[in-house]
Nanobody, 121 residues
Framework: QVQLVESGGGLVQAGGALRLSCAAS????????MGWYRQAPGKQRELVATITSSSITNYADSVKGRFTISRDNAKNTVYLQMNSLKPEDTAVYYC???????????????WGQGTQVTVSS
């Protein structure tokens, strides 16, 4: 009923920048918090940044000052601008959204399929 489709990953040199996008589509009534998580090889998935429906943001300490999360509510899309990238930012980045479906009262958590970000030194 709902799909989250990510785009914008790729290979970049250290110090470079990438912009990730995640568009939600389907039978959506409202999207609450949206966010980005990442998982590096051999590590657990970790929070990168979240943004509420009123644009209150939260960041992991490791990305503060370098990454910026934003959203376009009209397009049901969340973005992650990543600047000053470091090799340790290499991971699969996953989009996450808390969505209330049409004709429903409860919010359900959805995940995207993931997009690879690789930062070379």
């Amino acid at each position: 009923q709902v799909q989250l489709v990510e785009s914008g990953g790729g290979l970049v040199q250290a110090g470079g920048a990438l912009r990730l996008s995640c568009a939600a589509s389907g039978s959506i009534f409202r999207i609450n918090t949206m966010g980005w998580y990442r998982q590096a090889p051999g590590k657990q998935r970790e929070l990168v940044a979240t943004i509420t429906s009123s644009s209150i943001t939260n960041y992991a300490d490791s990305v503060k000052g370098r990454f910026t999360i934003s959203r376009d509510n009209a397009k049901n899309t969340v973005y992650l601008q990543m600047n000053s990238l470091k090799p340790e930012d290499t991971a699969v980045y996953y989009c996450n959204a808390d969505i209330v479906l049409k004709y429903s009262y409860n919010a359900i958590e959805y995940w995207g399929q993931g997009t690879q970000v690789t930062v070379s030194s």
